[in-house]
C-alpha cells in the first residue's frame, strides 16, 4: 500500500523552478521512452512497407545503436578483467571471487516476438544517442522516469493475467515478451495515468 502526500510550493519559493523543471523533463522522458516502446511493438509485427515514419525511425535507431553498445560494454568488460589480472595487491582467491562479479552483457534487437525494450535497452540507447530529453537533466531524475515507464508496462501485463476482462482488451495475451495490448490501450501515461474502464474492471494504462 501506498501513502501520497500533496505538498504545495509557491512560486516564490526558492525550490519552485528546480522542482517545476525536474517535473518537466521526466515527463518528457517518460513519454519520449513510451513512445519508443510503442513503436517497437507495433512496427516490429508489421512487414517493412507498412511501417509508420515513426516506427521506422524508432527500429532504425535500435538497429543501429545496438551494435555500438555491446562494443563498448565488450571494452569495459576487457578492461575491468585486465585490472584485476594485473592487481598484484589480491592473493588468487580474492582474484577468482572478483573475476566472478564481473558481468558481462550484451543487448539483443528487440524482434516481433519479443518486442519489450527493457530500462537497461532504452537506458543504453538513449545514452549513445544523445537523446535530447535524455540529456535535458539530472540522470538520476531521467533514470527514474525510464524505469518508471517500464515498470507501468510490466504491471500492465502482469495485470493482464490476473483481470480477465483486461485480457480481452489485451487479445487475450498477458505477456511483454509474446503479446501487445489491444488497439488503443497504452497511449501515453504523462502526467496523469489513462483510465481504462472495461467489463467493470478498473485498471491504469502505460
Keep these: 500500500m501506498y501513502h501520497v502526500e500533496c505538498i504545495d510550493i509557491h512560486k516564490a519559493d526558492g525550490m519552485y523552478l528546480y522542482i517545476d523543471r525536474a517535473c518537466l523533463c521526466a515527463n518528457n522522458m517518460y513519454n519520449a521512452a513510451n513512445f519508443h516502446i510503442r513503436n517497437l511493438m507495433t512496427g516490429l509485427k508489421k512487414d517493412i512497407s507498412h511501417r ?22 565488450r571494452v569495459k568488460h576487457f578492461v575491468k578483467i585486465f585490472r584485476i589480472f594485473m592487481d598484484r595487491r589480491l592473493s588468487a582467491s580474492a582474484r577468482r571471487t572478483k573475476l566472478s562479479r564481473v558481468k558481462y552483457l550484451q543487448f539483443s534487437m528487440p524482434t516481433a516476438e519479443k518486442w519489450f525494450a527493457s530500462y537497461g535497452l532504452l537506458d543504453a540507447v538513449f ?14 531524475v531521467i533514470q527514474n522516469a525510464i524505469s518508471d515507464c517500464c515498470e507501468a508496462w510490466e504491471g500492465y501485463f502482469e495485470a493482464g493475467k490476473r483481470m480477465p476482462c483486461l485480457q480481452a482488451v489485451q487479445g487475450g495475451r498477458g505477456s511483454r515478451d509474446t503479446g501487445s495490448p489491444g488497439e488503443g490501450a ?18 491504469h494504462t502505460p
Excluded at 515514419?53 to 545503436?65: D, L, P, Q, Y
Excluded at 497504452?186 to 485498471?203: E, V
Aim: proline share 6%; charged share 15%; glycine share 6%.
Design 127 to 140: 545514452r549513445h544517442t544523445e537523446n535530447t530529453d535524455y540529456r535535458s537533466f539530472h540522470s538520476h
Design 52 to 73: 509508420t515514419e515513426n516506427e521506422k525511425s524508432v527500429i532504425r535507431t535500435f538497429a543501429g545503436s545496438i551494435p555500438a553498445v555491446n562494443f563498448s560494454l
Design 186 to 203: 497504452p497511449l501515453s501515461f504523462q502526467t496523469w495515468p489513462a483510465a481504462l474502464n472495461t467489463g467493470g474492471c478498473f485498471s
